[in-house]
T-cell receptor
């Protein structure tokens, strides 16, 4: 069964460094998302991406964050200058978006990347 | 605005007991979808169930059952005869017909004691 994959599973970085989190959504899905979960807290929406542009973003998604779909398969989240409070689990998700498709409103989540900022 | 409330922060039960996890949601949209996810200690989100707003039929899957009541805006989850492997954090989530962002509750941490 197709699944969303994310790399790396765990990333450790120094404060102020740039990190890129990578995701491979399910093939043929049209909508892509990033979510963040600070340890012990709920999963929070960061950004949604469709047709090569951001369709919606939350207050958390400030200028330090950017997303990109550099090729036909990857979807990346870049944090330009990491802060201690960026330490969290980051989940990528994708959605079919094909009208009438099975589960077209369901977002399929990847296993997450645990980011630790020291 | 959309909101999902899981009032139970932590629940502990003894193995084989039944347990119900509560979820209350808020939305003015008439078409929406509700989900439950399980998050084991390893951290991934495991999909459990999806329910749309027009389908109030309760569902049972093995030891799991879900009770959806639009009148009270609730979508509760019951585990029958709990097992140690059920220990995890459970999240309830809501998305609208547009299918864009998910709105998650704060989660309920379930501990099943052997």
């Amino acid at each position: 069964e197709p699944e969303v994959t994310q790399t790396p599973s765990h990333q450790v970085t120094q404060m102020g460094q740039e990190v890129i989190l990578r995701c491979v959504p399910i093939s043929n899905h049209l909508y892509f998302y990033w979510y963040r979960q600070i340890l012990g807290q709920k999963v929070e929406f960061l950004v949604s991406f469709y047709n090569n542009e951001i369709s919606e973003k939350s207050e958390i998604f400030d200028d330090q964050f950017s997303v990109e779909r550099p090729d036909g398969s990857n979807f990346t989240l870049k944090i330009r200058s990491t802060k201690l409070e960026d330490s969290a689990m980051y989940f990528c998700a994708s959605r079919s978006g094909l009208a009438g498709g099975k589960g077209d409103n369901e977002q399929f989540f990847g296993p997450g990347t645990r980011l630790t900022v020291l | 605005a959309q909101k999902v409330t899981q009032a139970q922060t932590e629940i502990s039960v003894v193995e084989k007991e039944d347990v119900t996890l509560d979820c209350v949601y808020e939305t003015r949209d008439t078409t929406y979808y509700l989900f439950w996810y399980k998050q084991p200690p390893s951290g991934e989100l495991v999909f459990l169930i999806r329910r749309n707003s027009f389908d109030e039929q309760n569902e049972i899957s093995g030891r799991y059952s879900w009770n959806f009541q639009k009148s009270t805006s609730s979508f509760n989850f019951t585990i029958t005869a709990s097992q140690v492997v059920d220990s995890a954090v459970y999240f309830c989530a809501l998305t609208l017909a547009t299918g864009n962002q998910f709105y998650f509750g704060t989660g309920t941490s379930l501990t099943v004691i052997p």
